[in-house]
């Protein structure tokens, strides 16, 4: 007897909430009202309508706001924040500098550290964003010639169109003509994703083209299958990194990049994967965001953050 | 992709989101902080990001990315506590016509039940709830907003009004 009895119910909550919304026909809605105690929830519905909210004054309230004189980001520069910008470009100077009397020759090379993103031009005015921790090196004086440069980490290029412009890294080749794409190569980890045009991946001797939308990736030289993608950017650009199906290990690894944090684990399973995203503005935040979808709990200790499995008391 | 022309960051059309948006975002966040001094501060907050981030946001998505924000903001920013809010001075009885003194004590108290009830819902409940009763906002628009489904937004509906009903008929 039970069942069509919730049935019943079911029914009459599914057109309270077609009620609420305004979308219940007439003739549904005096047949609602004259249901058993449906008196409360007309009451609850008429009153809390009454609630009082803050009354804005728009147009004084935009004035207030534009008094701040806010400052719009230049696009050139949109992924840096202004204060690690000049940081950026301290380190910047001195790392060229340094090269310059290093090699005494034309290779020119980029390197982020922890929890830093560059942004830079190559000779052809194609586009590089380096995300934390990475390595870009290059040929200036051959670019005309060859637009083949090394990378070490993680980068998102934009490349004018004109001849191929390859990347190397120790995992594979990516060749493209002018497309939008980024590369990420970690230990145990290669990613290739496409935004625009096509992209040509070289991994193992073997060949595969990637359209807008598709992802190639490799983890502990494994092949993996990858969902697409309708994204236009890389999330790390917008200072977020976004996983999908990636094991732990992984994960933590990208978050050891971006704050400046040692991650040890106890008693759990890394290989678990992990499907979401952390913010690189908020080490709290993003450390919630890993630890709770996965029933993890953690410890801070100096630079040191310890995770472990959530014991219910 | 950089291409498409980014309107948000021409100030005309940016001042017009504002002033299309900034009453249901206050509300917004009142009903998550229930001070309505803090409330307009995140909602500020909120609106100086894309107003300073403008060429980076998709302009289809940015009602969704201003309550977001709103949401990120008062996790950082407000400690969680009892939100409870008040009813306007004038509000209109359900039988208007009725001047009977009993019939409006009733009615009175009634409204304090409910108060308290809205108090003890769970900040997913009570926002969604008066998004839709104060704001007349429909399941589908709050999904897109807060980036939901519509059904969760049904089911905290749902969920909203069980509880409200039974602590007013257990008071």
Not at chain 1, 60 to 84: D, G, H, I, T
Not at chain 1, 127 to 151: C, G, H, M, P, Y
Not at chain 1, 266 to 284: A, E, M, V
Not at chain 2, 67 to 85: A, D, E, G, W
């Amino acid at each position: 007897m039970s069942y069509p009895y919730n049935e019943e119910l079911m029914k009459k909550e599914k057109e309270i909430l077609k009620w609420l919304e305004g979308t219940l026909s007439d003739k549904e809605t005096e047949d609602l009202k004259q249901s058993e105690d449906f008196d409360t929830i007309e009451k609850i519905a008429h009153y809390a309508t009454h609630i009082a909210t803050p009354k804005v004054d728009a147009q004084q309230a935009l004035a207030a706001l534009k008094n701040r004189k806010l400052s719009k980001k230049e696009p050139k520069v949109r992924s840096l924040y202004y204060n690690n910008f000049f940081k950026v470009a301290a380190i910047f100077i001195v790392a060229l500098t340094a090269a310059y009397f290093l090699f005494y020759n034309t290779t020119q090379s980029f390197t982020t550290g922890i929890a830093q993103t560059k942004s830079f031009y190559l000779p052809d005015h194609s586009q590089v964003l380096l995300n934390a921790s990475s390595k870009i090196t290059f040929s200036e004086k051959d670019w005309n010639k060859q637009r083949d440069l090394t990378l070490e980490g993680e980068a998102y290029f934009k490349v004018q169109k004109g001849k191929t412009f390859s990347v190397k890294t120790v995992d594979g080749i990516v060749k493209v003509l002018g497309t939008h794409f980024d590369v990420k190569q970690r230990s145990n980890y290669y990613e290739v994703s496409c935004f625009e045009g096509l992209v040509s991946v070289t991994y193992k001797n073997k060949t595969v083209k990637l359209p807008p939308g598709k992802t190639f990736r490799v983890i502990n030289n494994q092949i993996e299958k990858t969902d697409d993608f309708i994204a236009q950017n890389p999330s790390w650009l917008q200072n977020e990194s976004s996983f999908s199906r990636i094991p732990l290990n992984q994960v933590i690894a990208e978050l050891e990049r971006q704050y400046d944090i040692k991650v040890e684990t106890k008693d759990i399973d890394t290989s678990k994967l992990f499907t979401g995203s952390f913010t690189h503005n908020n080490q709290k935040i993003a450390l919630e965001a890993i630890t709770i979808p996965l029933q993890l709990s953690y410890q801070i200790k100096g630079k040191t953050v310890i995770f472990y499995k959530y014991e219910v008391q | 992709m950089s291409e498409k022309k980014n309107t948000l960051c021409e100030e005309s059309y940016f001042s017009e989101f504002y002033i299309k948006n900034v009453q249901s975002a206050t509300n917004f966040a009142y009903y998550k902080s229930g001070d309505a001094d803090a409330a307009l501060d995140l909602v500020q907050e909120a609106f100086a990001k894309i107003w300073e981030n403008c060429s980076q946001i998709d302009f289809l998505k940015v009602k969704t990315y201003l309550f977001t924000t709103i949401n990120n903001l008062f996790l950082n920013t407000i400690k969680h506590q009892k939100v409870v809010m008040a009813f306007a001075k004038e509000t209109p009885y359900q039988d208007k016509t009725n001047q009977n003194p009993e019939y409006i004590l009733e009615e009175e108290e009634f409204k304090i039940k409910l108060q308290n009830a809205i108090a003890s819902l769970s900040e997913a409940q009570r926002e969604v709830f008066l998004m839709n009763r104060i704001d007349g906002k429909k399941y589908r628009e709050i999904a897109d907003l807060l980036g939901i489904t519509q059904k969760a937004v049904e089911k905290r509906m749902s969920a909203a009004l069980k509880i409200l009903k039974e602590q007013i008929e257990n008071i």
